[in-house]
């Protein structure tokens, strides 16, 4: 054997020698069916298919994939299964595979790939798929398969379910590995083809092929664009319910449970629940999808081996998402898929499984921060405190330095990461990006702190401090941002909780506003930013976070000079008072010659969340202007009185519900107890005649005192 090797080497190296010193072209290609014969016997080692390289190169292996003209009595296409051959040869070499040579012939290979096959050429489609894998290796390999066509070719080439076409399969999960995007973006019709065959396959099977289809179809689901908007992609949506159905509905063992939970939380993550049906089958199996997730949950987290619980992170990351999704549909009063039972029953077992989590997560070591599933199990916490405060409150609260601890950590290293070069990527999915934790935790931590004890102990872990740090960041981001109109962001949400969760501080806590220099800084940059955000029509609400938490803080921190007079003070009060005045007009009421007080147009669309802002703000001016000597002159340029004398004279006094008099009222009051100046305004303009209509008697009296 060893001789025959050492005879095959010599035979090669006289090969290449006669390739080195052709003369024509028959003697070239004489040479080079021996070395192709050697490739193809996969007799040559790396050095080996080197030399073939040097002695070839990439100009004959062209002309032979070119060439029309097979010699006589050999099949159409020997020239071309040659310069393949020769190609997928040089192909091993990493070097070679991303040269522009091999590049160039991407167009070439796809063709092959969605030519029909003879049974003789299943050897060019052997060269091709070698080929096409080696390029995929390579760093720019995956960006050209993708923009010159290759995924259409393979998609063909799987649904045709001809020669090779599980390699085809494997080359596409890569490409959608690390090019998921663009791969949807460009050949979407092609994909969905895909998931069709594979879904109806799903369906249909009825061996241990269902499990294994259980592992690949979540890569053939996309994010974008949306299944359920395709009818194609809902036909594969319900396939795919009623194969997950069939299983989860059977006796199984964990080998076959993990995957289908995987590929349920991948639809989850996609379409929400629309992918299950209405009626009495969906809402059993949303349950029941429910249901098996928290036992999983509980099973993984309650296990005091670590090993196995390691090995078990993936599925509960998938448990986590379908929890989120029961968390939502238990919430969800419009359409619910769940009945009232259900849900109570569901509530339960989901708190059962939340107390695991907190279980788990007061184990954490220090060293163990850094894994991925400990953010995934904070992340589903913060759902869970979101929605749900009071069930497991005395376990939440002795977890909140844990958590006040692990966000700030995490977003600490996030500003740094943030701050250094990013490299280019194919693409961003999958990357290592710094992962935000406080953006989940905000609204369960507004909840809490308006409660005494988890808000002693969120004070107690430094959480001001960082809450203020994550305001200025996100704020950053936001002003960082496009200024055309745009869906609601994640960083106007955040900035929005976090105004509530200050909020709760000054209402609740506010020797600690005084004591803690974070809320003196807070008020600094809301001076600054009110004005900024005020006349972009669409940040309103966030406006009216602004300037609420602004004048509540003022109420409190009205003795530094910061607010004495200051230009910046000037400015936010200008804005603030802006706000505040502009929120009503006056309207016809149908049917009556009549007007009626209205929330203004600009206002209208966003009323529910600007109400309460409204009138806490209107509250905290008037408590600001016996503070602040400055203020009523202020109110004066704005002109804010002669329009709200106006607006109160002309509108039907039963048109004005009794908390916005009072709102109105009290501000008046103080103005005019503050400024001479003010209280000649609201006389001269007959303000004694419409206070005694809409029954403000301390207004009456305060402008009846000499």
Known sequence: MAAGSGDGTATLKRCLGVLRDARNDSEQFAALLLVTKAVRAGEVDAKTRRQI?????????????????????????????????LLACFCTDPELAGHSQILNKIPTFNDILVSPCDPDGTSMIDDVYQCLSAVMATARGPRELVTKGTVCALCQAYVKSGYGSDRALTLLLGLLAVAEAKCWQRDAPHLLAVLSKLSDDFLKAEDMTKFELCEVLPHFVPLSPPLTQDPQGRECLHRLYKGLADILGSKLSQSQRDPALKLAACLVQACGSEWIPAGSAGSKFLALLVNLACVEVRLTLEEPDPVEAEGKKEVVTACYVLIEMGIQECLREEKPLLEDVQKIQLMRIMEEAFGAVIFYLRQVKQEELEDPFIFASVRILGAWM??????????????????????????QEGSTAASLPQPELVSTEGSDLPRDALRFLLPGFCHLTAEDRPRDILVAAGAPALLFEYFLHQWELLTSEPTSPTPLTSAEMSLQTLCGIFLNLVVTAPDLIRRDKTFSSLMDMLLKSLPLVLPQKDH?????????????????????????????AKEFFGAAIRFLSQAHTAQAEPGSDTLAMAVSPAYSSAWAELRELWLLGTQALAGCVPLLPWLPQAVLQARWLETLADLLTRVNPASVDFELIAAFQGVLVELARASKACRDVIVSHHGGEWANLYGMAALEQCLSEQ
Do not use: W
């Open 540 to 568: 309103l609400v966030l406006a009216a976070n602004f300037a609420t938490l602004g004048l509540m803080l003022a109420r409190i921190l009205a003795s530094p000079a910061v607010l004495q007079g200051t230009q910046p």
């Open 53 to 85: 390289f040097d002695a070839i190169g990439f100009t004959f292996p062209n002309r032979l994939l070119l060439s029309r003209q097979p010699p006589a009595g050999c099949p159409p296409h020997t020239f071309r299964a040659l310069g393949l051959t």
């Open 386 to 411: 979101a929605e749900e405060t009071s069930s497991l409150k005395q376990e939440i609260c002795e977890l909140l330095p844990f958590l006040v601890h692990y966000a700030k950590k995490l977003f």
